[in-house]
């Protein structure tokens, strides 16, 4: 599972053995991708994907940044 908070990628995998790929400008991740290996920061909307050592993947996931203030208008 993966979460965007105030900026930054947060993610795990209970699955010892994949790895966790992803994206920030919108494409699919593929094996070119960005490797999730700790706490990075990001902008925008993340797609995040796992993979297996065979190269098999899971569907992409998109997460967005949760939202850290309310605002009152």
Known sequence: GGVVRQGVL???TSFPGLTLRYT?????????SSVYSGAVNVSGPVLLQAVDPSGKASRPVQLNSDISRLRND
């Open 24 to 32: 920030t400008g919108g494409a699919q991740p593929d094996d070119s």
């Open 10 to 12: 947060y993610a795990n």
